[in-house]
């Protein structure tokens, strides 16, 4: 994993596009990349930097539980998503709603995570196992800064990871995500873990094997502020990857706790410390 991940790295120092960006920070960006690991191969956690499990875990469940207020990241010390929320603590109807609760033209809601269950139970080979974001009905006005957004009813940020598709094939689950946009020095790392997550307790949920997580991003772009970052990491050797262990097979998917999970053997350099581009 960490060398599919530091491959597109060095692209990104040595061939990425000098392009302006929302922030004002500026990045070096690749357009179209792809990277596919077998989860059977041990648990995508880089190992190159140590990651924030506790963030990328309670973020997961977060949005299984449909929230869109930091009270539950907060409550567990979680604080990746605070520079756009309101002083309630509002985001808008970002990933929660959506997942949980998509609004139809009639008014009604779809759960779409129940759906998915429900489909990969009764029909495995269905190619309509989906999980979309992007609803365009709710995203940001531009022209207002995320906080205005989130106040009036608005996403305070557009998603980054709008799709997930899943697979059944001999007696696997696999998990496409389809992601927009994706700051590979922050933000990819905590996406391609919570993926493999999710597919983790699906396949459970389920009664399949985790199968292979594919990901792919639009516009990957390393920020201004992160090269030197970038530099440390690529100086340092990749690690056996660690293993993850379910202790409990909930009656839902949505009942998973924390401490069901375990990760095992993990032994990753430090962390890198890097400024987020808000």
């Not at 004002?24 to 596919?36: A, D, E, I």
């Not at 696999?174 to 927009?180: D, E, K, N, V």
């Not at 993926?195 to 997580?213: C, N, S």
């Not at 920020?223 to 202790?247: D, F, G, K, M, T």
Request: charged fraction near 20%.
């Amino acid at each position: 994993m960490d060398q599919q991940y530091l491959a597109v790295l060095r692209r990104l120092l040595e061939q990425g596009t000098i392009r302006e960006d929302r922030t004002g920070t500026g990045t070096r960006s690749l357009f179209g990349v792809m990277y596919r690991h077998d989860l059977a191969q041990g648990f995508p956690l880089l190992t190159t930097k140590k990651l924030h499990i506790r963030s990328i875990l309670h973020e997961l469940l977060w949005f299984l539980r449909g929230e869109t207020n930091l009270r539950y990241l907060h409550e567990n010390k979680v604080t990746i998503w605070d520079e756009w929320a309101t002083p309630d603590g509002e985001l808008g109807p970002v990933y929660g709603a959506q997942w949980r609760h998509w609004r139809n033209a009639d008014g009604t809601t779809t759960d779409q995570i129940a759906a998915l269950v429900a489909s990969l139970r009764d029909k495995p080979f269905s190619r309509r196992h989906i999980i979309n974001a992007w609803n365009v009905s709710y995203l940001p006005d531009e022209a207002r800064s995320p906080v205005e957004n989130a106040a009036a009813g608005r996403m305070a940020l557009p998603p980054c990871h709008v799709m997930y598709q899943f697979y059944v094939a001999d007696g696997r689950l696999s998990c496409m995500l389809t992601q927009r946009s994706g700051d590979w020095f922050l933000g990819v790392p905590y996406n391609c873990a919570s993926v493999a997550f999710l597919t983790h307790m699906l396949a459970q949920q389920v009664g399949l094997e985790p199968g292979e997580i594919v990901h792919s991003i639009g516009d990957a772009h390393l920020y201004a502020n992160h090269v030197e970052q970038a530099r440390e990491q690529l100086s340092r050797e990749p690690r056996a990857l660690p293993r993850l262990l379910i202790r409990r097979r909930p009656a839902s998917i949505l009942d998973y706790r924390f401490d069901d999970f375990e990760i095992l053997d993990y032994a990753p350099h430090p962390s890198i410390a890097a400024p987020i581009a808000i």
